[in-house]
Nanobody, 127 residues
Framework: QVQLVESGGGSVQAGGSLRLSCAASGFAFSSLAMGWFRQAPGKEREFVATISRSGDITYYGDSVRGRFTISRDNAKNTVYLQMSRMKPEDTAVYYC????????????????????WGQGTQVTVSS
């Protein structure tokens, strides 16, 4: 069982930046493709970004592409989400997720592909 703990959420003004971290334990982190999702009140969970086991392949949701960057440090068992040029519509609870991947370069974009989820961290962007 993988435990995922997010940190780094908070409040920021539009145009600002935040960096989320997700620390993993309980399983070989390097075996997992990792992803970030978010959910705003009254809305469905939305894909934000994913990164392959190797860290070489990333993919972003349309609403964040060019503003957010996902990265990972396998030595620290941590995945990051650097958020820049933030907008009020980025306000949501952000979730870290990990899914087993047999292929180093595979990315996972669908929630059902992930077996492990963090508890979420709130991000609020004010205008």
């Amino acid at each position: 069982q993988v435990q995922l703990v997010e940190s780094g959420g908070g409040s920021v003004q539009a145009g600002g930046s935040l960096r989320l971290s997700c620390a993993a334990s309980g399983f070989a982190f390097s075996s997992l493709a990792m992803g970030w999702f978010r959910q705003a009140p009254g809305k469905e969970r939305e894909f934000v970004a994913t990164i392959s086991r190797s860290g070489d392949i990333t993919y972003y949701g349309d609403s964040v592409r060019g503003r957010f960057t996902i990265s990972r440090d396998n030595a620290k068992n941590t995945v990051y989400l650097q958020m820049s040029r933030m907008k009020p519509e980025d306000t949501a609870v952000y979730y870290c997720a990990g899914g087993f991947s047999a292929f180093p370069g595979r990315v996972l974009r669908i929630p059902t592909q992930y077996d492990n989820w963090g508890q979420g961290t709130q991000v609020t962007v004010s205008s």
